[in-house]
């Protein structure tokens, strides 16, 4: 970093927050999520033999509470009258679905031929390998800006 940039940026810290450009903020000037690829395993690969990534970009907050409220349910309890029933399982994985690009789980060619209308199901058969599906949940919830913390997911949830 020059030295004419380490004093703007300092410049920019010393204004009252209040004064700062809020431009900054509006929708024309911030950026779109960025794709990213990534090796989920070694056993997808090319016709070349190279290793095939998988490709994720991250979904809006709006997408994410859409897909909290159809994890969540509510049963009667007797006594309790009606409980919220939140399967954060179910919500992690759904993330996971809607944030890889490539390989679409979702696809009719994929539900398909591994006999399932399911695209989390079709997730678990290509992933078989416990490691690989695992490892497939927690990038995707980095890519969303999670981190590899299931608890952070389930407080948003409850909220």
Same mark, same amino acid.
């Given at each position: ?14 204004v009252p ?9 509006l ?32 979904? @809006? =907050? ?7 409220? !159809?994890?969540? %349910?509510?049963? $009667?309890v007797?006594?309790?009258?009606? +409980? ?14 809607? @944030? =890889? ?7 009719? !060619?994929?539900? %398909?031929?591994? $006999? ?5 199901? +079709?997730a ?32 948003i949830?409850?909220?």
């Open positions: 970093m020059s030295e004419k940039e380490k004093n703007e940026q300092i410049e920019v810290q010393d927050v209040e004064m700062q450009d809020m431009s900054i903020f929708p024309d000037n911030i950026e779109e999520a960025k794709e990213v690829k990534e090796v989920i395993s070694s056993r997808f690969k090319d016709k070349k033999g190279n290793p095939v990534p998988f490709i994720f970009k991250a979904i @809006t =907050t709006e997408r994410i509470n859409e897909l909290e409220k !159809e994890c969540t %349910r509510f049963e $009667k007797r006594g309790q009258g009606k +409980v919220k029933k939140f399967d954060s399982t179910r919500f992690v994985e759904r993330i996971a679905v809607e @944030t =890889t690009v490539y390989p679409d789980f979702k696809s009719g !060619e994929l539900r %398909r031929v591994y $006999k399932t209308e399911d695209p989390i199901e +079709v678990k058969k290509v992933l078989s390998i416990g490691g690989e599906f695992q490892r497939w949940i927690e990038l995707t919830q980095e890519v969303n800006g999670f981190g590899d913390d299931e608890e952070v997911l389930e407080e949830a409850k909220n």
